[in-house]
């Protein structure tokens, strides 16, 4: 399809565990970012990444989260050792990285840490 | 950081109602953007706005960028069951632009 392509929709999985979360942008797109959403919540920002550039990885929230892409393509988001306040949509968006140019999310994917 | 605080957080209205709802910031935003989230889909842009004081339209939505920078807001006219909903706003979250902060959103509940 043509628009951002989020892998797992859902996952569960138990504490403690690692999960990798997928993200494919649309093409052509060379800026990429991941947010997650707690229930009711806004979207919170965790890391942006912009061609070559080194990621802006000013939103993770510990070290347990990591997130990697290659080239302008597809980026996983990892997160190790999951706590149950993990549990969140985990969404995904990319764009073409110009000024005011519009962010597409994806669908997201939901993660319940048990 | 920078902080979006957005009202109301619910709105439960008649079909054929008007709806108003806004955004305001603890900072000057150069940018203002208006988001749906549809149930189990991701958030869809609907208003992109650029200028202080600048009124954008698309179709029944109507966007506001607030004199003051720090405030926005959106109105549905004429609703419809169809905008049931969570209206989000967004601006630049910092240095990076292509950061979004994002307000708490507002649940739109329409009735037929």
């Known amino acids: 399809g043509a628009g951002v392509s989020q892998s797992p929709s859902n996952k569960v999985t138990e504490k403690g565990k690692d999960v990798e979360l997928r993200c494919d942008p649309i093409?052509?797109?060379?800026?990429l970012y991941w947010y997650r959403q707690r229930l009711g919540q806004g979207l919170e920002f965790l890391i942006y990444f912009q061609g070559n550039s080194a990621p802006d990885k000013s939103g993770l929230p510990s070290d347990r989260f990591s997130a990697e892409r290659t080239g302008e393509s597809v980026s996983t988001l990892t997160i190790q050792r999951t706590q149950q306040e993990d549990s969140a949509v985990y969404l995904c968006?990319?764009?073409?990285?110009?000024?005011?140019?519009?962010?597409?999310f994806g669908d997201g994917t939901r993660l319940s840490i048990l | 950081g920078q902080q979006l605080n957005q009202s109301p957080q619910s709105m439960f209205i008649q079909e054929g109602e008007d709806v108003s709802m806004n955004c305001t910031s603890s900072s000057i935003f150069n940018t203002w953007l208006w988001y749906k989230q549809d149930p189990g889909e991701g958030p869809v842009l609907l208003i992109a706005?650029?200028?202080?004081?600048e009124l954008t339209s698309n179709g029944r939505l109507t966007a506001q960028f607030g004199i003051t920078r720090k405030d926005s807001f959106l109105n549905i006219s004429a609703s419809i069951p169809s905008d049931v909903g969570i209206y989000f706003c967004a601006g630049p979250g910092g240095t990076s632009y292509g950061k979004l902060t994002f307000g708490q959103g507002t649940i739109l509940t329409v009735h037929p």
């Open positions: 706005l650029y200028k202080a004081g």
């Open positions: 093409s052509g797109h060379t800026a």
């Open positions: 968006a990319s764009s073409l990285g110009r000024r005011n140019q519009p962010q597409h």
